[in-house]
């Protein structure tokens, strides 16, 4: 999720990462990651910014990473 707001954050679609200062977990090893095309990537851009209005994802990402509802806050 942080990883996710931080792109957000580059592409200047939110201010802020409300997932700043949170611990991440323990991750195992990964062997299956294919990193996006820059094409994937503008695809995922457009997407996101057609589909979802800033308001929405604000309201998303507070209601995922509010400490009374986050065990890891």
Do not use: H
Not at 36 to 46: F, M, N, S
Not at 48 to 72: A, G, H, V
């Amino acid at each position: 999720m942080k990883a996710i707001l931080s792109e957000l954050m580059q592409w200047d679609i939110i201010e802020n990462n409300p997932a700043n200062g949170i611990k991440s977990l323990k991750v195992g090893e990964i062997t299956a990651f294919t990193p996006a095309t820059d094409d994937e990537v503008k695809l995922i851009k457009e997407k996101i910014t057609s589909d979802l209005s800033i308001n929405t994802l604000t309201y998303c990402s507070d209601r995922c990473l509010s400490s009374s509802e986050n065990p890891i806050a």
